[in-house]
């Protein structure tokens, strides 16, 4: 294994890292400020990535697709929070469970009425194509690393919003007393909407920009969800700090896993067995580091004080 | 009201019974409408419609139900078919997991089964059934294609399949053909959406080239970031790899790839110069060959259907099995275990008036069986 390889790997777990984070952060404030369970949070990112791509098809313009992406998202999610959402926070998980579940097959059977059953075309924008020279001779895709970026600044500005903000303060207060905050005269209706919306809208950026590495299809979310709730419970239920670690040790460790297992395995036995042994394990990789965090520290890595 | 309907039924029936048998046949076609590979369910249903359509057969009765892709929904439905609705004849399953889980219980109840897609390697062989048929080619065929491609241009080759039945045959049959160097086998997850991690392993491999089995989603994720990523190392793959279907959403990026198919959209014959345009006419798109696959299906039941009764299912099945059909594939026959015989193409994406589409560069096998018939002996 050459150094330039190595890098590789590693940027490319970092980057799984910070798109599982961008779903990661909106379903970990939904469940930390609210105590929701939202299972449609998948279907958000499908509805960011399906805006993005028919805007950029209809304008030429992936750089509008990615505002659409952000709007629709935005939008759907506050449609939801108020029509159902709103109804379900009183209510036992099982009952969360149920209605967002129902939600889940409401987004993709209306995507596919209105997108049809074949996978839609979004390409990354010419500015970002190809590949770059990194240090130590990697070359590495320029879209990745803009996503990487991306992560990063969102990052930033989600810690400077809840550190340092007015809203952020009501969003921590909202995490650590729902009631006493209300009393306070804070509209928390409206809090709740905002805080949903900017999930959702997390989760649709996360869509645009996946949207344009895959295909665009129905159902696209659903996979990536297992995978932010994987992140969430490791990083701890609520905390934004415990999802962009988790994510990006569910990144590193997945990536890594794919690449190295069959490695080892091919030492002790041949190379097509090996691939076939490795590959399962490293589909079960990220499981097995959740059940040892669990193990070792119940509630995650950085649980929310509550 | 059922008095009034059966009546009416029977009149129709009666109307049209210029057929010399008219026996009612039901059909029971379980595909995937939904989910990430809808698109290659929604094909198999619109090509086997239209066999059935241009037939004009009314006799013929076709119920249609989604398995999500999921074998245990699909093992569900194909129980329910038989036995609440009374189906003759089951088709559509595009998984050989699927299939895998379906079949045996069909057979079982003394049903036929005719696969439009999936083709795994264990029912062609010592598994086989006299009432399991295939239309479409046997898993290895296409990617044993690919090898003996592979053989004339490449010397060392990154191979990599998806990790369920038909990936494990892919890569069997692929290696069955290919005489140089496979550098490194990769089994990936069923629906992967990045690859990442495996093309970083391409670039490191030092191959000439690369072999990808990735059919639907997965294939259009793949090839997108492969362009991407600045490796320049070739890529062929079996026509599911860059099928008609997956086209249009990967762009570009999959002009110049070389795959390997029975069927393309430029093959030279009147039933395919008949069946593009009454495809394309019907629902306004290219067909992939998984519709043309299923339009076979179709079309053999119905040739069937002309000369045996399918209350007597030996004599249905041995019609089946003369296969008296104008496939769009051209020649078309049936091997000792019920698969296909056929001539197998290289074909490469092209840009034809703007629409990427398939076309042929060279036929690779002529009259091509598959390795597992020697051992069918049902």
Redesign the interface.
Known sequence: ??F??AI??LL?GV??GVMLFLMAAGLTLIFGVMGLINLAHGSLYMVGAFACASVAAWTGSFWLGVIASLAAAAAAGAIIEITVIRRLYDRDHLDQVLATFALILIF??GT?WLFG?????L??PAAL???MELPGGA?Y????LAIIVTGALVALGLYLLISKTRLGMRIRAGESDREMIAALGVDIRTLYTLVFALGAALAGLAGAM?G?????????GE?VLILAFVVIIIGGIGSIKGALIGALLVGVVD?MG??LL?QVFALVVP??QA??IG??LA?MLIYILMAIILAVKPRGLFPAQA | MKTILKAATLALALGSSSLAMAEPIKIGLITTLSGGGAGLGVDTRDGFMLAIKQSGNKDITVITEDDAQKPELAVQIADKMIQSDQVDILTGIVWSNLLMAVVPGVVAQEKLYISTNAAPAALAGEKCDPLYFNAAYQNDNLHEAMGEYANKVYKKMFIMAPNYPAGKDSLTGFKRYFKGDVSKEIYTQVGQTDYAAEIAQIRASGADGVFAFLPGGMGIAFMKQYAQSGVKIPVIGPGFSFSQDVLPAIGDAALGAKASGQWAKDLDNAANKKFVPAFQAEYGRLPSIYAVQAYDAGQLIVAAAAKASIKDTAAFAAELKKADIQSPRGKFKFNTNRHPIQDIYVTEVVKDNGVLTNKIVEKIFTDHGDAYAKDCKK
């Open positions: 294994m050459t330039a390889l590789e790997q490319n980057q799984l993709s059977e596919r059953s074949f996978p839609l075309y390409d990354i194509q190809g590949a070359q895709p320029v879209y990745r996946v344009a590495l895959q295909s665009v299809q129905v159902g696209m996979p990536t794919r690449f069959p190379p097509a691939g076939l590959g399962s589909s």
